[in-house]
C-alpha cells in the first residue's frame, strides 16, 4: 500500500520584516510602500491583488480521523524493536 501525500495550496508566508518596516514610517511613506493611499485601493487593484495573493481569510485545519492518528503513533521503528523485542 502507498501512502499519498497531500498536495496543499501555495501558502504565503507572513513577512514581519515588511510588517515591521511600514508600522516604523510616517503615513505618507507607508502609503507609498504598500502602493495604497488614503482612501484605500480601487475595485480593480482589490480584484488584482486577489488574484494575486489570494483573499484574507484564515484556513483552519481540517479535523483529523482519530483512527488515523492512532494507526500514525505505531508507524515508528522504536515501536517496531518494542514489538519484536516483546514477541
Known sequence: ??????????????????????????????????????LGLTKGEVEQRQSTYGKNEVVHEQRKNPFILFIKTFINPFIGVLTGLAI
Do not use: C, D, I
Open 1 to 38: 500500500m502507498m501512502w499519498k501525500k497531500k498536495l496543499r495550496q501555495p501558502q504565503y508566508s507572513f513577512n514581519s520584516e515588511k510588517v515591521f518596516l511600514v508600522a516604523t514610517q510616517p503615513g505618507k511613506s507607508a502609503y507609498s510602500y504598500l502602493q495604497a493611499t488614503r
